[in-house]
Every structure is written in C-alpha cells, then in structure tokens.
C-alpha cells in the first residue's frame, strides 16, 4: 500500500544518488551494454537513466511497482546466491512512491514498447508506445511529497558529487559496460564500455594516474584478487580513489583500504594515498554485503585473512612494479 511504500522509501531513497544506484543496478541486471544517466538539478528535477537491457514484458510492468512482487528471494539461504544486484523489490516501489516515475520500456520479442506514469505511488496512465529495446525512466520531482526529506537535502553540488561518485565506482567496476553521466546538459563520464580497465580508469581517473598502475592478480584457496594499482597524481591527496568489488558488488571498507595502504608503506609519500580498483572473489558464504540497503556496508567473516589477502596482493603487484 501506499504508505507502507512511503515508509520503504525511507529506507531506500535517502537521495538522488540512492536513485540513479537503485535504477543503474537494475540495467546492470537486465544485462544492458550502455546505460546513460542524465540529471537535472543534481537530480533533484530530474534522475534519468535509460539502458538497453532487457526491457520488461508488457504484463511485469506495473508489478514492477508492486513491494515485493519480483523479490528473488525465496528463503534465507538464498541470500548467499543471489547473482543480481537487486532482490528485495523494493526500489522502484520506493521511488515511485516519492517521485514522479514516467517509464518506457521494450523486451526484445514485443512489438510495441509499454508505458507508465506513478505519481506519488499511485498509477495515473498506463499504456502503449514505440520504445527501443531497454528501459528508460524518468524520475522527476524527488521528494515532493515528503517535505521533511527534501529539507535534509544538501547543495546540487554535494548532491550531484555523491550520484557522480557512484557512477565512477561503477564505470570503474563495469568496464564492459559503455556508462554516460551528462549533468545539466553537460558529460560528465562517458567511458567505451569495451571491457579494458584500463580504460575505464582513464576515463576517470586520467592518463596520467592510469600510467602509474600496475595490475593485481593475485590468489590463494580462498581469495581471488585482480584490478590496478597505483599512484595517485600529486592532486589527488585523498582517500576516496579505491574502489572495491566484492563478489561484484560495490562495497565501502576502511579496513581493505587500510590493508591496501599497508602494503604501499614506506612507498607513498605523505599526505597522498593509493589510487586502485580491487575485485576480490571469495566463498559467499564467508561475506555479507547486505547488511543495509543504502550503506554499501561489507562484513568478512574471516576479517584478518581478507585483511593478509589484499595487503599481500597489492605488495606483490608493487614490488614487481619499476617506479
Ligand atoms: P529488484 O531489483 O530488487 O528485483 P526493483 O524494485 O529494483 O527490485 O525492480 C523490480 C523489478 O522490475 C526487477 O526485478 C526487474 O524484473 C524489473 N526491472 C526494473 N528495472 C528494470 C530494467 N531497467 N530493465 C529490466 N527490468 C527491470
Ligand atoms: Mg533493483
């Protein structure tokens, strides 16, 4: 019902950022090969991401809406092998419920695309349309029906860093994937999507930082750990230039960071830091990356071994490094 939706949505949508995640992990998992996302306002006015994914079949669409009704998750177990980035089919519930959500979408075997437009969680037009293959949907107005949420909001600036910073982590972690974030009209990411790290960290980080990395590729029983690192350009003094993919996943951690900074050592000059992109592969079951919807929060059940793994793989690509 609506209010339950209301409330999920607190949970959810903390900000224009939780919606351009929430919509991009959904074209991430309906396979999309390039995902544009365009915002107004630092998507206060407008959060749009379109994608050319699978699309959603005339019937799914306004279950898609629905709390719930697409969760993949059938019993508790499950939650180890989970392979999409989305199971509690809570976001588009949540977002349309304080948005106003116009969605176009096509699968491959219809004719004719679907349409539908949610205003504050209520469907006021459902229908036909020539659409593309994918899916592409607007979110206008976050918040206006919530005026306690729109108060917490910060500057567009904070609010635009926070969508941009996670488009980049993205761009980073998918470098098969052909990203475009335009802000006001103006590219901010655009990477190839060709499947080259390399250039993926090129096109955020820039040549120079990309010329000072070398490649991770490291393993043991129970880790697996590839990417880049390096060093970070003389501007860049800041601890928010390693990106972390557990199991795939996006994840925040201090402590890989800190093992990542443990293993440069003496190698960094003061006040600068690592600039990596680590995938660590591992038992599932030995990691839980859903401890909040919005928090991107890991926990290892093996935490000083993670901690060994990462430190040792990153020395070991440093120390075969010549600069
Ligand atoms: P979840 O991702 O947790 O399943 P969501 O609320 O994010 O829940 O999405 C509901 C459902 O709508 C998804 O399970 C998926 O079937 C469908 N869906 C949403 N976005 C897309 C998209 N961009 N392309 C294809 N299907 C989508
Ligand atoms: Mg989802």
Redesign the pocket.
Known sequence: DLLANKIAAGEVVERPASVVK??V???L??G?TEIEIELVQGGLELIR?A?N????DSE?VP???ERH????IMEDKDLFKIS???????????IAAVSRVEMK?RTENETAGSFIRIEGGRIQEIGVTAANK??D?FVRDLFFNTPARLKYLKSIQTELGHATDYIERMALARPDVAFRLTHNSRILVQTAGDGKLPHAVTAVYGRETVKQMVDVEWENYDYRITGLAGYPELNRANRNHCTFLVNGRYVKSFQLFNAVQAAYHTRLPIHRYPVCVLHLQLDPTLVDVNVHPTKLEVRFSEEKDVYAAVQSAVQSALERSTF
């Open positions: 929430e919509l992990e959904n074209a998992d309906a999309a991401v994608d994914g699978s699309g959603i799914d279950v898609a809406f009704a697409t969760s993949k999409t980035l989305g199971f509690r089919g809570e976001a588009l519930p949540s979408t994918g899916t949907i």
